[in-house]
């Protein structure tokens, strides 16, 4: 049985028992009437050639509460834009897709940034961020559901455990989370969160001290989920960051925006599989994972400045020192539960993740150092709209236009 322990400020809802699809999809169903869901999928067309794709979009087909499902569709030729449309042809409610490579689509980002607008640059945090602005603009959604397009063994129990938290009326949560164990092949993944996320708060609560965002951020259990569930009253009111940072900024809105009281976490899933990165030694730096650690890292340096914490260099070394101390004592923690567990582990494997990491966190110190706002973030829609109150219309024409 699962653990039903609630020691943190936000909600922990954790998955006790297994309970009947039907049974939670039919309570939702009429919760939906007064509060209308839009599940918004980011994905590459690359994906729908993998495994993970068909399985969701089989499962989601005859999902009973989705209002509308709005798919941010990236790299895709028109061709593939036209073929995609045809799979989601024979859904029983609305499906738009927003193809990012349409010179329309185009076309409406050079508006904003001809109008000072940062847009980032293409990818999944900017895909996102425009889906939410088209959602907004049809202002008939309550909630907003995400999640990613990779997912192997994909459950639309999923979906239901994720927008729950905020269609059921009896309850007050203005954004939900979720998370799930990553085991696979009789392995441990979710390094980045693992052998970094974790012992880089950790060093940062040592060094700093105990401070209301840290707690915050360690109350979640898998922080760099995609999995998300948010009311769109505060969705308009998020700035996100075009990076790997897109998870980091997008809690770090909503500490700022609502209540502990108001956010809670959900377990999805037993297991999640989804495809993994490679840690490659003597790869380039900022690349893969090392990569992402920098996005993140840079971003949470920025949201912890902006709270009053200064990084000086010895600061910085000191904080690169303290996190490869908590890196590896909770490898020796990592080692002990595969153990009891039966998992394969390579602690050469762990511990030279460590030090790819640590060698991107000093990267990431130096890019924060010479430029502390980094990668801007890119506005709310509702400093968008207010500034240009035409511009959702234009959005649903164009986006409406191209699905017809």
Known sequence: ????????????????NKRALYDIESEIEVFSYD?????????????????????????LET???????????DR?????????????????????????????IMALYDYLEKHQFYIGYQGKGRGVWFAIGYILSKKDTKVIALHDCDIVNYDRGLLARLVYPLVNPSLAYEFSKGYYSRVSHCQLYG????????????????????????????SFRYILSGEFAIRTDMAAKVRITPDWGLEITTLGEVYNLATPARVSQVELLANYEHK???????????????????????????????????????????LRVTYINFARVNIEKYD????????????HEEISAVEQFSSALALASEHFMEDPIGTPLMPGWHRVISAESDFGNRMIEVIEAENR
């Open 1 to 16: 049985m699962s653990d039903f322990i609630q020691n943190r400020k936000i909600t922990n809802l954790q998955m006790i």
């Open 35 to 59: 509060r209308k869901i839009t599940l918004l999928l980011p994905s590459l067309y690359s994906e729908f050639t993998g495994e993970a794709m068909p399985r969701i979009i089989k499962s």
């Open 63 to 73: 999902v009973p509460y989705i209002h509308r499902l709005v798919l941010s569709l």
């Open 76 to 104: 895709a030729s028109e061709k593939e834009f036209e073929s995609v449309k045809k799979l989601f042809s024979g859904f029983n409610f609305d499906v738009q897709i927003i193809w990012q490579d349409s010179p329309r």
């Open 191 to 218: 390094r980045v969160t693992r052998l970094y996320l974790t012992p880089i708060l950790q060093a940062l609560k040592k060094i700093f001290g105990s401070r209301d965002f840290f707690e915050f951020l360690e």
């Open 276 to 318: 993994h990165q490679e840690l490659k030694t003597g790869q380039d730096p900022e690349s893969g994972l090392s990569k992402m650690v920098i996005d993140i890292t840079r971003a949470l340096f920025r949201i912890l400045s902006q709270d009053g914490l200064v990084f000086t260099p010895a600061v910085v070394r000191s």
């Open 336 to 347: 002990a539960l595969a153990k009891l567990n039966g998992l394969r582990f390579d602690r």
